[in-house]
């Protein structure tokens, strides 16, 4: 490795898109693009800036910072590091974004301990991060401490292991081909329909979520952080309420997105206990992304997860029939989801490791 001078500032995050100074951050969600198609040949696994930038403006729930590295003036890579803003959060999220051509020139190892020293003062003791494998078999294969599936190794995993990060769990990037026969997925929900019977409903709506479920919502929205597999990693119990679903909602409609969403209410307490979100860019003819979907642990073994991802599936190609793909992630412990993924022609794409190091 040859060391080399390089010089960190802070990213500068504009007002607006538009605005004299909104270059640097128009290059951060362009490199975070270029790094997900180097590593995986997935560019659209990254937001656009359009899509970044309204949550990078609001730090209500989600403080969010980024670092630019230089090389005689020109960009040579950039690491962002996120802070939930919870009570008692100790994590810190980074995201390490160093091109193959800068790579072993001592940037990723400075970006990476500015991260690290940037999440410390801000008294952050546990920090957190991500790398994106293809799905290949290496000559050196990591496997992560749930047991649960394993990725090639790779120059971003062996940096974070001499940094003394530990791949906690993999996750399957799944890809569906929106263009098929649909009939698959309407056998499979008339199935899980007729075994969760009539004490579960369907609800579906477009964003903005209607103010009488906001409340409800935002209850099933928390258990994602707390019901998911999550290995051992160390994820604050998201606090939600109805207005923190407000804020969020507008963050992605100011990003020109458009979301749909399918819950199932268990029609005895009237609660919310499973949803599904997909979600698309202004450019409609896109890959569309999964965000959530979570059955909670009480209501599990009624076929709730099929019939949030089917019914949503199948609205979503009357709603954004342009979209030929949907994208999402899973825990490889996670069989029940992979399961249904897997009968409804979910195929992998990529994996995911999660690392995480205490400090």
Not at 99 to 116: D, T, Y
Not at 146 to 165: C, E, K, M
Request: glycine share 8%.
């Amino acid at each position: 490795m040859t060391t080399v001078e390089i010089t960190i500032t802070p990213l500068v995050v504009p007002a607006t898109l538009d605005d004299a100074d909104a270059a640097e951050f128009r290059a951060f969600a362009a490199l975070s693009r270029r790094i997900c198609d180097e590593a995986v040949g997935l560019p659209d696994l990254s937001p656009s800036a359009v899509e970044l930038l309204p949550d990078w403006l609001d730090g209500t729930d989600t403080v969010q910072v980024g670092f630019v590295a230089r090389l005689d003036g020109e960009i040579a890579g950039m690491v962002t590091i996120a802070y939930a803003q919870e009570d008692g959060a100790q994590t810190a999220e980074i995201d390490l974004l160093v091109p193959e051509e800068h790579w072993g020139r001592g940037i990723e190892e400075a970006l990476l301990a500015h991260a690290e020293a940037d999440a410390v003062a801000r008294g952050r003791s546990i920090l957190q991060t991500w790398t994106l494998h293809r799905p290949e078999e290496a000559e050196r294969m990591l496997v992560p401490r749930t047991g649960w599936g394993r990725v090639p190794a790779t120059a971003l995993s062996g940096l974070f292991t001499t940094a003394g990060y530990e791949l906690e769990q993999v996750e399957r990037n799944s890809e569906l081909d929106l263009r098929g026969d649909d009939e698959p997925l309407r056998e499979a929900l008339r199935r899980a329909e007729a075994v969760a019977g009539a004490d579960y409903r369907v609800r579906s709506w477009t964003l903005p979520t209607p103010p009488e479920l906001r409340d409800g919502f935002a209850a099933i929205l928390a258990r994602l952080s707390t019901d998911a597999p999550s290995g051992d990693m160390d994820f604050v119990a998201e606090q939600w309420d109805a207005e923190r679903v407000v804020r969020r909602e507008e963050r992605i409609t100011e990003g020109g997105q458009l979301m749909s969403v399918v819950a199932v209410e268990h029609v005895p307490t009237g609660d919310l206990v499973a949803y599904n979100e997909l979600v698309i860019a202004a450019e409609r003819t896109g890959v569309t992304h999964q965000f959530g979907t979570l059955v909670a642990r009480d209501h599990r073994g009624h076929r709730l997860g099929t019939i949030v991802k089917c019914a949503n599936l199948l609205r979503w190609r009357e709603l954004v029939p342009s979209s030929a793909t949907v994208s999402t992630f899973n825990a490889e412990e996670n069989r029940p989801m992979l399961d249904i993924n897997e009968a409804i022609g979910f195929v992998p794409v990529s994996y995911a490791g999660a690392w995480q190091k205490r400090v």
